[in-house]
Antibody
Framework: EVQLVESGGGLVQPGGSLRLSCVVS????????MNWVRQAPGKGLEWLSY????????YYADSVKGRFTISRDNAKNSVYLQMTSLRVGDTAIYYC???????????WGQGNLVTVSS | QSVLTQPPSASGTPGQRATISCSGN????????VYWYQQLAGAAPKVIIY???QRPSGVPDRISGSKSGTSASLAISGLRSEDEAHYYC???????????FGGGTKLTVL
């Protein structure tokens, strides 16, 4: 069974940093690209970042470019999102999602809440 | 403000057909595949249409997708109470070099 489990969220002050982790199981992680998507409370989905299976190709949404960094460790079946210079507007549930060749984001984690507040 | 435009709400009674539109431009929908996601309350999104009009296994054939030019549509026929959810369209945007979602449509089954 495919599983994605995020961790690392919580309460952080504006300007602070946080590192989200997503550990996967049930599939050959090194063969899949991964993405991060977030959802602010009561709002819609926002795509944040993409990393290719080998980590050599990375994309970011303009809203997080220069502040967030995506990375992966294929030996640990994990993908990460390092978030810096956090703002109140970054408050959201953060999802990691597997990218399948045709279906795009076919499996998602349960989500991890990040709250940026003083 | 989302790059892709969806109506904020849609509704129908059980058994009826509901449609949700998604409007973009030539740099996104016009040149790329469209995907549709269903998000039930408190759950992660689930892909229900990929590559404009393809259904993943397990998605009933009363759910269909289409694309024409710079717009796409999701249709759900034979509405059921379990279809009540938020629906999001998404595609790649060449100008932004990133994926974009529509603002989402809340479907209510009256």
């Amino acid at each position: 069974e495919v599983q994605l489990v995020e961790s690392g969220g919580g309460l952080v002050q504006p300007g602070g940093s946080l590192r989200l982790s997503c550990v996967v199981s049930g599939f050959k992680f090194r063969s899949y690209s991964m993405n991060w998507v977030r959802q602010a409370p009561g709002k819609g989905l926002e795509w944040l970042s993409y990393i290719s299976s080998g980590g050599g190709i990375i994309y970011y949404a303009d809203s997080v470019k220069g502040r967030f960094t995506i990375s992966r460790d294929n030996a640990k079946n994990s993908v990460y999102l390092q978030m810096t210079s956090l703002r109140v507007g970054d408050t959201a549930i953060y999802y990691c999602a597997r990218e399948a060749p045709q279906l795009w984001l076919d499996h998602w984690g349960q989500g991890n809440l990040v709250t940026v507040s003083s | 403000q989302s790059v892709l435009t969806q109506p904020p709400s849609a509704s129908g009674t059980p058994g009826q057909r509901a449609t949700i539109s998604c409007s973009g431009n030539s740099s996104n929908i016009g040149g790329n595949f469209v995907y549709w996601y269903q998000q039930l309350a408190g759950a992660a999104p689930k892909v229900i249409i990929y590559r404009n009009d393809q259904r993943p296994s397990g998605v009933p054939d009363r759910i269909s997708g289409s694309k024409s030019g710079t717009s796409a549509s999701l249709a759900i026929s034979g509405l059921r109470s379990e279809d009540e959810a938020h629906y999001y369209c998404a595609t790649w945007d060449a100008n932004l070099s990133g994926w974009v979602f529509g603002g989402g449509t809340k479907l209510t089954v009256l």
